[in-house]
C-alpha cells in the first residue's frame, strides 16, 4: 500500500490497484509516515485533536482515520508501529556502536522479504527506523533469502557463510544498560 495527501485527502494505492481490505506492515509504515508529514500525526505518535482536511474519528473509544468504509488507521495501530520502530532502531543504534561505526560509516543496508522489499526509504529514515544512512546506500532485495539458500550451495558460498558464523557475536539488547531510555526515545517519530 502507498499513501499520500492529495487536494487534501488520504489517498491510498494498494499493489493490485484494489481498495485495500487491510493494512500490512509496509502499508501501516507508508499511512504513519504520510499522516505525520501531514501534521495529523505528532512525534509522540498521538492523532493530533483537529486537522484542516483529514477527519479524525474520534466516534469509538480509540481514535482513527477511516482509509475507507471498511479499514481505518487506528491510535493503536500507530503505537504497535512505535513498538516495532523502536526495538529495530535500538538495535542498529547498539550494533554500530559496538562495532564502532557511525551512520556516515554504514556502505549497505539490504532489507529484504516480502517486507521489507515494499519499505520506502523515505519513510525508514524521517520515522527514524533507521539511523540516517546515506539514501542511496539502502537496497531492497525481494528474495534475499532464497538468493542466501541459493549461495550456500556452492562450496565457497557455504564456507563463506561459516566463516561468517564463526566471527558473528550474540548481542542481548536488553541486557544494555540503558536499552529501556533508549527504548523509549525511539518510540518519537521522526
Known amino acids: ?3 499520500r495527501i492529495e487536494d487534501g485527502k488520504l489517498r491510498v494505492t494498494t499493489i493490485g490497484k484494489r481498495a485495500p481490505i487491510g493494512i500490512a506492515g509496509s502499508g501501516l509504515l507508508a499511512l504513519v509516515y504520510t499522516l505525520r508529514g501531514a501534521g495529523v ?22 481514535a482513527r482515520v477511516m482509509i475507507n468504509e471498511r479499514v481505518a488507521l487506528t491510535q493503536m495501530d500507530v503505537r504497535e508501529l512505535q513498538k516495532a ?7 542498529a543504534d547498539v550494533l554500530l556502536e559496538k562495532l564502532g561505526l557511525a551512520p556516515r560509516d554504514v556502505r549497505r543496508v539490504i532489507l529484504t522479504g516480502s517486507f ?13 527506523m533507521l539511523p540516517n544512512v ?45 536499552f529501556n531510555a533508549r527504548f523509549v526515545d525511539a518510540l518519537k517519530l521522526g
Not at 484542516?52 to 466516534?59: G, P, Q
Open 1 to 3: 500500500m502507498d499513501a
Open 85 to 91: 520502530k523502536a526495538a529495530i532502531r535500538v538495535a
Open 134 to 178: 546515506d539514501r542511496a546506500r539502502i537496497e531492497f532485495v525481494a528474495n534475499g533469502a532464497g538468493v542466501g539458500a541459493a549461495l550456500f550451495l556452492r562450496d565457497e558460498g557455504f564456507a563463506r557463510g561459516e566463516a561468517i558464523a564463526a566471527r558473528a557475536q550474540h548481542v542481548e539488547l536488553n541486557a544494555e544498560a540503558d
Open 41 to 62: 500525526i505528532d512525534a509522540s505518535g498521538r492523532f493530533v485533536n483537529h486537522h484542516a482536511t483529514i477527519s479524525i474519528d474520534r466516534s469509538e473509544s480509540i
Open 116 to 128: 521489507g522489499s515494499q519499505l520506502r526509504k523515505d519513510a525508514l529514515i524521517s520515522l527514524g
